[in-house]
């Protein structure tokens, strides 16, 4: 229903950042404020798993392994949401993707890929 366009991913060094961004660019910004937003993130041979949400509230969630070096943020009027992943560790490498949920139902991206490697 929604079109999520991601981008930012890429190859790190361990310890390094990267910014993660998603956009809704067929949404008018009144109706991207009401979405949770959300990242997500898949490893080779492991399930999706959840990373970060915000509402349209602007209240967060984080999971543990990423408290204190990621960061969600957005900015409704550009119908844009980002994850600004400090202090990357190997562990972190996945596809990530970007989440639109509203009305129990979820909205995809098509993944960025993010390589956490020395």
């Known amino acids: 229903q929604v079109q999520l366009e991601e981008s930012g991913g890429g190859l790190v060094q361990p310890g390094g950042s990267l910014r993660l961004s998603c956009k809704a660019p067929r949404l008018i910004f009144s109706v991207f404020t009401g979405y949770t937003m959300g990242w997500y993130r898949q490893a080779p041979g492991e399930q999706r798993e959840l990373v970060a949400t915000?509402?349209?509230?602007?209240?967060?969630y984080y999971t543990d392994s990423v408290k204190g070096r990621f960061t969600i943020s957005r900015h409704n009027s550009r119908k844009q949401i980002w994850l600004q992943m400090n202090a990357l560790k190997p562990e972190d490498t996945a596809t990530y993707y970007c989440?639109?949920?509203?009305?129990?139902?979820?909205?995809w991206g098509q993944g960025t890929q993010v390589t956490v490697s020395s």
């Open positions: 915000i509402t349209h509230d602007g209240t967060t």
């Open positions: 989440n639109a949920h509203q009305n129990g139902v979820d909205d």
